[in-house]
């Protein structure tokens, strides 16, 4: 394939060969030049079109009088295919030839005048890719030249034996009527995979005007697909869109004196400051009309595949069958796909666009194309109505824990909408900055790394799966994929505003501030050196916080192309998760809080002296503050209990004198009342006053049904404090289930560096009743003393860390084999 003109200035010398089969070249290289002046004034691509094709086909004509007409009168025809046989011929684009026959007897006799053709067009700078076949052939179905079929859709006569067309022309009809259906389907495939190459969108940084997902290759599509299908178009601005993109081209072609498509930051700019773009403008506004109309055309085919899935074999729709099922009163789902059931519904109930978000991401069925052209009619309406929800948070949150948060995000991208729920979303809309270096404009960009974090959903490839298990122990998933979609958007008060609880809105604050943290300390920071690993846990806090930021920091870098994310990078980030956790870690124990500010109440100073740092970072001032009332209310008896109901649990805090063995009681307590413990800590402060911490479910319904029971726990734990009972005592006759395949194989680790007082012990075992009690319980039964425990539990999965002393020493060697013998026989 070759350009359709090789050169300007050079265009036509004055040579024996070039003039050979053409009467005069300079009539076809003054039109050359008129054509590109008059665009490079107007901008009006589809006039130079018309003409260049017309160009095209007088020198053809001439070529075809000159070399073939004088050898054969009959049976041979120039037929013009492809974009010259439509009528879209840009100045450097392939010129396709089909050289017909109307049957084998004159294939001999073409060969030696056909070459002198040839060397004529090539001589005239045309590139030309031909095809010699008879019209028999053209009209054979094999599935091997699919492509042959496909060109003909458009073909057009220009040169030869019009008769002879006009016969093949009148049988092609009954072809496409017995073969159109595999032919949609073969243009669909290959547009299909066509897209998948660009990840399905629009938004790259630097598109190909001719090839990327709303390319003029979709525009053909959807009209070859039109004919084929017979759907009508209804789609407002495509004529527009067309001739823009088609303007692009052609001035692309004209800059590069090549068949050169692609839209680089350069070409932007240059695009930007064109003569017919009236008084020009930025870079980043071009590319935003460019987006513009590319989403048209990628809407319009998009829609021309749709009906050709309408058009499948029953045997699919059947395979499909069973989502039409899930249809309710509002949606329906027909192919996979939901529709509306009243196109107005969302500019008169704005709410049922959440109901629609959850509908698709509970199910796995993408919106329509025709429901997402409905909601963008309700831009406003949904902007108000986000911005008067009471309940928003909920709302969102809901969408964002379901299993297809990824197909309910891109509708509500896809559909205008995002900006009404995320005001600052407008800043990134279709936003290009090269300096990025991302392969997507900013707010494809962002959904691209919320994607990137959702797949990490069963990942089980090795680099890839211990992100996997990050994503599994974060307590607020919604929460870090609200803040991955404000990472890009600068500065997100308004948005941020609209999460419902303070914690959550508080992580989202910090992870966005701090976005950039993990990736600089990574690329930028020697991870061996202990002082990073120091400031990057001064600055993150948390160990939640962390793993979050890591994940989030993980997403945005695989975000910024396929290849990004590479072993090296990954390898990379995991250090430095590794580096910091170990610090956090370590600073449970050793990093204490001495003292207050002066203007501190004494009651708080006293309390809280000698907790971890750990206990400021991770309690806000309204829990810190209740705890001080608690540790007021245990001041007469040393105890204070206090049960809260929580989102999926209950919170126990307890206030107590520190005894022996006093932590795994309370757990045995729990246990013993069939409550599954999800997560526990137990500080310790100067004065020896604990303050643990119980979050807990309750699967057998205990407190709900009977909630007399909550006083009776609340009295056992209150006794248990005082040392009157012994928490392990209900735990008999449950014992450890039986005969079931561990999932997760039970690990221990110790680490007596952490730490100059005791020795950092870490536990992962698969879950289940009675767990942390027998686990404190090893500790407490070989005379050693438990400082801190900090428990949680992801799904399945136990994950404890305690600090351990024996006789105020770090655990030796023998003691260490010993326990972890212990520990890992109850887990």
């Known amino acids: 394939m070759g350009g359709a003109y090789w050169g300007l200035d050079n265009l036509m010398r004055d040579n024996a060969s070039a003039s050979a089969g053409l009467a005069d070249n300079s009539p076809f290289e003054d039109e050359w030049r008129r054509i590109e002046e008059e665009f490079q004034s107007s901008g009006d691509a589809l006039r130079a079109q018309a003409a260049l094709t017309g160009r095209t086909d007088r020198i053809v004509r001439e070529a075809y009088d000159a070399s073939i007409a004088p050898v054969l009168k009959q049976g041979v025809m120039f037929v013009a295919v492809g974009a010259w046989g439509r009528g879209t011929l840009f100045p450097y684009s392939p010129v396709d030839l089909l050289v017909m026959t109307e049957g084998e007897a004159a294939r001999p006799l073409l060969r030696s005048p056909l070459d002198a053709c040839v060397r004529t067009l090539w001589d005239a700078r045309l590139r030309l890719a031909h095809t010699v076949k008879t019209a028999g052939e053209c009209l054979e179905f094999h599935e091997q030249e699919l492509e042959l079929a496909v060109s003909l859709l458009e073909a057009r006569f220009v040169a030869g034996d019009e008769a002879a067309y006009a016969r093949f022309a009148s049988k092609w009809p009954a072809f496409v009527d017995r073969h159109g259906g595999k032919l949609s389907q073969y243009l669909a495939r290959v547009a299909k995979a066509r897209h998948a190459k660009y990840q399905n969108t629009v938004l790259l940084s630097e598109p190909d005007v001719l090839e990327t997902p709303g390319g003029l290759r979709d525009a053909y599509l959807a009209r070859r697909l039109d004919g084929l299908t017979g759907r009508k178009s209804e789609a407002a601005g495509m004529a527009e869109a067309v001739s823009f993109l088609s303007a692009v081209r052609y001035f692309l072609h004209y800059r590069a004196g090549a068949d050169k498509n692609g839209v680089s930051s350069e070409a932007q700019a240059a695009l930007a400051g064109a003569r017919f773009e009236a008084g020009g403008v930025t870079s980043a506004e071009w590319m935003r009309k460019y987006f513009r109309h590319a989403r048209v055309v990628h809407e319009e085919a998009r829609s021309a595949l749709e009906a050709v899935e309408k058009s499948e074999a029953p045997v699919l729709g059947s395979l499909r069958e069973f989502r039409s099922r899930l249809s309710n009163s509002e949606f329906s789902v027909t192919r996979d796909r939901v529709q509306l059931r009243h196109v107005r519904q969302p500019v008169e109930d704005p709410a049922v666009v959440f109901r629609l978000l959850e509908f698709i991401g509970r199910n796995g069925a993408a919106a329509a194309p025709e429901a997402e052209a409905s909601l963008r009619g309700a831009e406003e309406q949904f902007a108000a109505y986000c911005a008067g929800a009471k309940q928003l948070w909920p709302m969102v949150e809901s969408v964002l824990r379901l299993p297809h948060t990824r197909l309910a995000l891109r509708t509500l991208h896809n559909s205008g909408l995002i900006a009404g729920l995320i005001p600052e979303w407008k800043r990134i809309e279709g936003l290009v900055a090269p300096e990025s270096g991302h392969r997507y404009a900013m707010d494809e960009h962002t959904l691209q790394a919320v994607e990137r974090v959702l797949e990490l959903r069963g990942e089980t490839d090795g680099g890839r799966q211990r992100f996997a298990q990050l994503l599994a122990e974060v307590d607020s998933p919604a929460a870090l994929l609200y803040a991955l979609l404000l990472h890009e958007v600068g500065t997100a008060s308004e948005a941020i505003a609209r999460v419902g609880e303070e914690e959550e809105r508080s992580t989202v ?319």
């Open 509 to 827: 604050a910090f992870l966005v501030e701090n976005r950039n943290l993990m990736a600089e300390a990574m690329s930028g920071r020697d991870l061996d050196d202990p002082a990073t690993a120091v400031q990057i846990a001064a600055k993150v806090g948390t160990i939640e916080h962390l793993r979050q930021l890591t994940l989030l920091t993980y997403g945005c870098i695989a975000a910024v192309s396929p290849e990004a994310m590479n072993a090296w990078r990954m390898e990379q980030l995991w250090r430095t998760y590794e580096v910091a956790q170990r610090e956090l870690t370590r600073e449970l124990e050793t990093d204490r809080i001495q003292s207050l500010p002066g203007n501190a109440p004494p009651m708080e100073a006293a309390f809280v002296t000698g907790f971890p740092t750990r206990y400021l970072r991770a309690h806000t001032p309204a829990e810190i503050e209740a705890h001080l009332r608690l540790y007021e209310e245990s001041r007469p008896t040393g105890v204070a209990v206090e049960l809260e109901r929580i989102d999926g649990g209950y919170k126990l805090t307890i206030i107590a004198r520190d005894r022996p063995a006093l932590f795994a009681s309370f757990a045995g307590a729990l246990s013993g009342f069939g409550f599954d413990i999800l997560k526990a800590e137990a500080f310790a402060n100067a004065k020896r006053v604990i303050l643990d911490t119980f979050i807990f479910a309750d699967p057998q319904r205990t407190l709900d049904v009977n909630p007399t029971e909550a006083e009776r726990l609340l009295d056992l734990i209150r006794r248990v404090a005082m040392g009157k009972t012994e928490g392990q005592r209900l735990l008999r006759g449950r014992g450890v289930a039986e005969g079931k395949k561990r999932a997760i194989e039970p690990q221990v680790r110790f680490d007596s560096d952490a730490c100059e007082t005791a020795t950092l012990v870490e536990i992962e075992a698969e879950d289940r009743p009675g767990l942390l009690f027998n686990l404190a319980t090893v500790f407490t039964s070989s005379a050693c003393n438990i400082d801190v425990v900090l428990i949680d539990t992801k799904g399945r999965k136990a994950i404890d860390v305690f600090y351990v002393a024996h006789g105020g020493q770090k655990l030796t060697p023998g003691l260490q084999a010993t326990l972890k013998e212990r520990l890992l026989e109850v887990c």
